[in-house]
């Protein structure tokens, strides 16, 4: 579908006032973001810049305000507009507003000092798009593909006079790098670690975790980890570590990463292709073997999970 034909699409269903509906197409499991899409009042892309940035990057213009509920829903506001792609576990966004510099281990946002120009930088991660807002309209600066780990001088659309306006606030959705893999924590320790959890909690089920159903009755993570024995009680012992281990090499463990083999959405797949085709042994032993490459984390006492 087109761009011009989706904003059509969108704007009829904005109309009739089902934007949960979209919300609701939004992927992943996890941290998914629950809230409706929040940029009702983009009208959709009207023109591309002539102006470009100092690497050649020529904005599309889009009419309105792209205005994110909050930082986790920034790459999923962009999936609806399809200024990105379908969005991963793995990415990640923010909004700056009002604007400012900003800087993490990834990503880092400079504003110019009279406020009409944006530069950035990035280390170890992938820019996917920047959202500039100034005066009544908004630009998408597209760097999938480009491969760049910079730019600068991005800015808002001409206001009627023909000049930049003072941008107003920017939004960004990135990739952090994933790199290899070599080191896992064991089911026992995830489960003498309740402190160390990131991503999910104990209380979480299991089967809707995974999105398949292996267990009836239901499990929770928690006592997924206490889990004994063989068979498929040892997969989902191993899977639910092997999660844990992923959200603690995208998010860290109270500061602390695990660089694991695969990312949350791999080991999602995983499960979910073991239960598919009947493979559990096998993917509990890749699980087994990630799991058991060596543990980062220390420095806090036991802290058994309740199951
Ligand atoms: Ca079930």
């Known amino acids: 579908m087109t761009r011009q034909k989706t904003f059509i699409a969108l704007s009829a269903i904005l109309a009739l006032g089902v934007s949960s509906f979209i919300a609701g197409c939004g992927g992943g499991s996890g941290s998914e973001p629950t809230a409706e899409i929040s940029v009702q009042s983009a009208k959709g892309p009207s023109g591309v810049s002539t102006m470009a940035t100092e690497r050649g990057i020529l904005p599309t213009a889009y009419s309105g305000n792209f205005v994110s509920s909050d930082d986790d829903q920034v790459c999923y ?29 990834y990503v880092s946002f400079t504003l110019s000092s009279d406020g009409k120009y944006l530069d950035w930088e990035s280390a170890n991660s992938t820019v996917l798009a920047v959202i500039v807002k100034g005066g009544p309209n908004f630009y998408v600066f597209d760097y999938v593909g480009t491969g760049f780990d910079w730019d600068k001088a991005l800015f808002s659309p001409t206001n009627k006079g023909g000049n930049i306006p003072t941008i107003s606030h920017y939004n960004v959705c990135y990739m952090p790098d994933v790199p290899e893999g070599d080191q896992g924590c064991t089911p026992g320790y995830w489960r003498n670690h309740a402190d160390r959890w990131v991503g999910v909690d104990p209380g979480d089920d299991f089967d809707a975790t995974f999105d398949v159903d292996l267990f009836n009755p239901n499990i929770t993570l928690g006592q997924a980890i206490w889990l004994g024995g063989g068979g498929v009680d040892a997969l989902a012992r191993h899977a639910t570590a092997a999660l844990l281990n992923a959200y603690a090499k995208l998010d860290g463990s109270n500061g602390q990463f695990v660089n694991y083999p695969y990312t949350v959405d791999e080991v999602i797949q995983m499960v979910q292709g073991a239960v598919a085709n009947g493979t559990i042994e096998a993917t509990k032993d890749e699980f087994e073997e990630a799991n058991e490459l060596g543990c980062p984390l220390s420095g806090t006492p036991a802290d058994p999970v309740i199951p």
């Open 77 to 105: 506001d962009m999936e609806a507009l399809e200024i990105i792609g379908e969005v991963t576990e793995e990415m990640r966004g923010f909004k700056i507003d009002p604007p400012a510099n900003f800087s993490n281990a």
